[in-house]
């Protein structure tokens, strides 16, 4: 296979969006690659950096929960006295998990339809309208996914707690983490958590920026929920002094079209609104609520990449109601691009998502270390200055004897499965991919097109 020689470029990186105002980055040189496999890279990029320190490492080390949030955690099961709650847990855990979108009316009248045609078409079925309709309503329920709104009363807030408060706030600490460490001159004032529940987000947000946030609003529809996250800001008592300053709690969202938020979060809550034309509402609102990022996290299965992915389209197409503010939005992670995702035009359908390790709350059945796989998307106002960015490793590095397999997704839109030597790519992006992680960008550029090289070695014949 031919080699490209020498090739280097010096990117630099500037202001992600005029949006955000962001002060021009370092300046870093990259490998440019035509299709990542075939490139000599013998540039210093680096800068004198260390390996494990290039500027596309963003994955957080095993996160922890704040000391006086996970205590509160433990008093607040301790004094309820809850039975079974090792199994309860366990139960709540598998069926969030295995939970699927809601059918939409217009596939289940298609559904419909298709069936009383199979039955038709059956000789052996001859039977009435009446008995029709009956024998096409069974085959539906037993072949169509019944999906429930949970309903979260005290008990079951108590229980959602000790199933999901230390991986709910493990994964949107690691997309609050991908903000910072990418602009770490942004500073938000202010946020707002769509579908709060027990408070991961505001949590979350004050241990990445917790001396700038000046305002927390909380909105959730579950006044229990509220109630927990409360008691859990105040240690775990109802009259206790918040360890979190500036936190508000809403059962609606703010009503003013013009009130907006630096950040504005919905984790795992698109998942439990009943219907497309809902989901497809939340997202503008939220949108529209937005002064800088949108972060929208779920759980890393299919369904929660599907949605987050139609709300990505919802966002970037820019189809609203009501535009008060006419920044446009662009994919700031985990796409380097805003083109259709690959994973969903590729023959297999495979989720986008990313694990982020963190230390449980240490109950009783809950001691050693955990993983919490999820998708997200983060959506910024503005738009990119430099078309340049990074592919992202979306699979675990698969580390071998002289060479690195990473999975890429790249900015040309398509997914690239690269082996990087030393001997084709140069020893420092071959050492920087050997200490890459899932999630990481790679320092490289991937045109979509290269013209040939003069050096290349003459076709076989």
């Known amino acids: ?38 490139v000599d890279n013998k540039s210093d990029f680096l800068e004198k950096r260390r390996y494990r320190k290039h500027p596309g490492i963003l994955h957080l080390p095993h996160v922890r929960l704040p000391q006086a949030l996970a205590d509160a955690a433990q008093l607040l099961l301790l004094e309820s006295a809850m039975r079974n709650v090792e199994k309860q847990v366990q139960t709540l855990t598998n069926y ?58 005290d008990g079951l807030s108590l229980v959602y707690m000790a199933a999901r408060l230390d991986g709910g706030f493990a994964a949107v600490s690691r997309a609050f983490h991908e903000i910072r460490t990418r602009i ?19 949590w979350a947000a004050h241990s990445t920026w917790g001396q700038s946030l000046r305002e927390y609003v909380c909105v959730d529809s579950s006044a229990a929920m509220l109630g927990l996250a409360e008691k859990l ?28 938020f630096d950040v504005v979060v919905s984790a795992f809550s698109l998942s439990e609104l009943p219907s497309k034309a809902a989901r497809t ?27 987050l992915m139609d709300a990505r389209d919802l966002v ?14 662009f994919v700031f992670a985990p796409c380097p691009h805003e083109l259709p995702c690959p994973q969903l035009t590729a023959s297999k359908l495979l989720a986008c998502s990313f694990s982020q390790a963190y230390h449980p709350i240490p109950f009783s059945w809950n001691k050693k270390p955990k993983e919490e796989k999820f998708s997200m998307v ?38 690239q499965h690269a082996v990087i030597t030393a001997r084709r790519h140069g020893r420092d992006l071959y050492r920087c991919a050997r200490s890459s992680s899932w999630g990481d960008l790679l320092p490289v550029i991937t045109p979509s097109k290269i013209p040939p090289s003069p050096a290349q070695d003459p076709p076989e014949s």
């Open 316 to 329: 970037l197409k820019g189809k609203e109601k009501l535009t008060l503010d006419p920044r446009p939005g």
């Open 184 to 202: 770490p001159e942004f500073q938000p004032q202010t946020l707002m958590d769509f579908g709060s529940g027990i408070g991961s987000v505001t």
């Open 281 to 307: 509402e939340v997202v503008q609102t939220l949108w529209r609520k937005t002064g800088h990022f949108l972060v929208l996290v779920e759980n890393g299965t299919k369904a929660g990449h599907c949605l």
């Open 1 to 38: 296979m031919a080699t490209a020689r020498g090739l280097g470029y010096l990117v630099k990186l500037g202001r992600w969006c005029r949006g955000l105002q962001v002060a021009p980055q370092c300046r870093t040189l990259a490998a440019l690659v035509p299709g990542v496999t075939q």
């Open 96 to 153: 969030l998990w295995s939970r699927h979108l809601p059918v939409e009316p217009e596939e289940l009248q298609r559904r419909a339809m298709d069936l009383e045609k199979k039955f038709l078409d059956n000789p052996d079925l001859s039977q009435t309208e009446e008995k029709l309709h009956e024998t096409v309503l069974r085959a539906l329920r037993r072949t169509t996914y019944h999906w429930q709104e949970l309903s979260y009363n």
């Open 378 to 415: 983060i959506l910024a106002r503005g738009s990119p200055e430099e078309a340049n960015r990074w592919p992202r490793i979306t699979q675990p590095i698969l580390k071998r004897p002289r060479h690195v397999h990473c999975h890429l997704c790249c900015p040309d839109g398509n997914m």
């Open 233 to 260: 800001l105040k240690g775990g008592s109802e009259s206790g002094k918040p360890n979190v300053p500036g936190v508000f709690f809403r059962q609606f969202l703010p009503v003013s079209p013009k009130v907006q």
